[in-house]
C-alpha cells in the first residue's frame, strides 16, 4: 500500500489555525487540506512519518504515532513522475530538528509542512512555489487570524511572497491521490 516518498495529505480537526489556512488557500476542488507529511518505508518494511508542527518542529515519528494525532482526514498521494524515494528521505532526515517557521516565509528559520516537503523533494523537484495567499477567498481581504498572527510575530503579513501550501501542491498536476486512510 505505502511506497517510500508517498505524501500524506491531512484535514486537521479544526482549530483556529486550520481553519485560517483552509479560509486561505482552499480550493473549488474537495478535499482541502492543512498539513502535508512524508511517508519512509524502511528496508525492514517500517513506517515513519516525517513532518513539521507547530508543537514539535520537524520531527519523523512512527507512523502508529502520527495516526494518534488530531487529524479529520489522511489522503495517500504518490508522485505521477519518477522521483528519487530514498535521495528524497535522506534529504528531509537532515531537515529534522528544526524549529516550526510560524511566518510561513521559506527564509526565515525553520520549516512549516509545505515547506518541509519541498526543500525534502529538491533533488527531484516535482513543486513549484507560487504567491502565497492570506485573504479571504470571497471578500479579497487579509483574514483577521492573519493579521493578528504576523502583528504577535513583528511581520508584515508575506500576502504575494512566493511559498507553497498543501492544497496547491495537490493540484500542480504532480501528485495523485491513491486511498484515503483512517485517522
Known amino acids: 500500500m505505502f511506497k517510500n516518498a508517498d505524501l500524506l495529505f491531512i484535514q486537521s480537526v479544526p482549530d483556529n489555525l486550520s481553519d485560517a489556512i483552509l479560509e486561505s ?100 523537484q516535482i513543486f513549484h512555489l507560487i504567491p502565497m495567499n492570506f485573504m479571504d477567498q470571497e471578500h479579497k481581504q487579509i483574514l483577521p487570524f492573519w493579521r493578528n498572527h504576523y502583528a504577535k510575530l513583528g511581520y508584515s503579513v508575506p500576502n504575494g511572497e512566493l511559498g507553497l501550501n498543501p492544497n496547491d501542491m495537490t493540484q500542480q498536476g504532480t501528485v495523485t491521490k491513491i486511498e484515503s486512510l483512517t485517522p
Open 25 to 124: 488557500t482552499a480550493t473549488s476542488k474537495t478535499p482541502n487540506y492543512d498539513h502535508v507529511a512524508l511517508l519512509e518505508v524502511t528496508a525492514n518494511n517500517e513506517f515513519f512519518v516525517l513532518h513539521t508542527l507547530p508543537s514539535t518542529g520537524s520531527i519523523r515519528e512512527t507512523f502508529k504515532k502520527f495516526k494518534t494525532r488530531q487529524w479529520a482526514k489522511i489522503d495517500l498521494y504518490r508522485a505521477t513522475q519518477k522521483i528519487d524515494a530514498p535521495l528524497i528521505i535522506e534529504q528531509a532526515k537532515q531537515l529534522l530538528g528544526q524549529v516550526y517557521n510560524a511566518s510561513y516565509v521559506p527564509s526565515a528559520p525553520g520549516y512549516y509542512c509545505a515547506d518541509f516537503i519541498y526543500i525534502a523533494f529538491e533533488p527531484t
